[in-house]
């Protein structure tokens, strides 16, 4: 075997144009079967965490519900949003420095006849580290309007353990 049978323009004995396209770009089917599986890649892709079956994860996905922590020299507070909700489809947890909220989303309705809906039912857990440690007798949570607030208060070791690093220029 020579150089020149591994170039793909010498193989054509130097009567024709060298071609720059690849077999499959010169076949109209491989052509139409790469471009259809792109379009599947893309809109999938589009889903995200809206097709928690794909993903294997809670009906609702990974990412829900939407959730806020601040973290204060004191305590830290964790905001979640859970529109349609009420307070008695919800819990909350706290073991091992780990906050989890989780709950279910009924359906109001068994409309036989929905033909689309973009509106998420079914369970959820989402599972919060912390990493410091808490006041857990001192843990208190509120749920008004769809948000759910869970407060809670560091340790005075927390408190201390906090460390103050000066900035240079």
Do not use: C
Not at 139 to 148: I, P, Q
């Amino acid at each position: 075997m020579s150089v020149r049978d591994l170039i793909p323009w010498g193989r054509n004995n130097g009567n024709q144009m060298p071609s720059l396209l690849r077999d499959d770009e010169r076949d109209p089917f491989l052509s139409l079967h790469r471009e259809v599986n792109r379009l599947f890649d893309d809109v999938f892709r589009g889903f995200g965490s809206g097709l928690p079956s794909l993903r294997g994860a809670s009906s609702f996905g990974a990412g829900w519900p939407s959730v806020e922590i601040s973290d204060t020299d004191k305590q830290i507070k964790v905001t979640a949003e859970v529109p349609g909700l009420e307070e008695k489809d919800i819990e909350v947890f706290l073991n091992d420095g780990v906050l989890t909220l989780k709950g279910e989303k009924r359906s109001e309705t068994e409309d036989k006849e929905k033909q689309f809906s973009e509106r998420y039912y079914g369970r959820f857990e989402r599972r919060i580290p912390l990493g410091t440690e808490v006041k857990e007798d001192q843990v208190d949570a509120t749920f008004k309007n769809g948000v759910l607030t869970v407060t809670l208060p560091k340790t005075e070791k927390a408190q201390s353990q906090v460390k103050r690093i000066a900035i240079r220029s």
